[in-house]
């Protein structure tokens, strides 16, 4: 039976910018970088506690995907603090954090334009 999601794809227009973003900025470990056909790469990379890794590539005929909103949820312990620690790396959000009686949230924007939501409980 099926055990776990194994990975999520992020669509991305350049790889190496993307790369840089997620391990300089958000701080992912990359698993595998290999070559996947002329001028790709298979981009695989880790995040701290999680056991599904996230994959920086763009499949053909995808390509319209790349700066959208993201349909997945980034998870932290402190969403206020995650705001201010991204912040000053230079990343980008629409907005401050909001609190909701769901959960705290804020939507943060990667290299290539794609939205994501980061929150906590």
């Known amino acids: ?31 595998t970088n290999q070559e996947m056909g002329p001028g790709k790469r298979w981009i695989e990379l880790r995040i701290e506690k999680a056991q599904t890794r996230v994959v920086l590539f763009t499949m053909e005929g995808e390509e319209g995907r790349i700066g959208t909103r993201m349909n997945c949820s980034l998870a932290c312990d402190d969403v206020e ?31 290539e334009g794609n939205q994501f939501v980061v929150g906590s409980d």
């Open 1 to 31: 039976m099926i055990t776990h999601l194994k990975f999520m794809s992020i669509p991305v227009q350049d790889q190496d910018r993307a790369l840089k973003f997620y391990t300089e900025k958000l701080g992912f470990k990359v698993a």
């Open 81 to 111: 603090a995650t705001y201010r620690q991204l912040s000053e790396r230079g990343v980008e959000f629409l907005g401050p954090p909001q609190k909701q009686p769901w959960g705290s949230f804020v939507i943060m924007k990667d290299s």
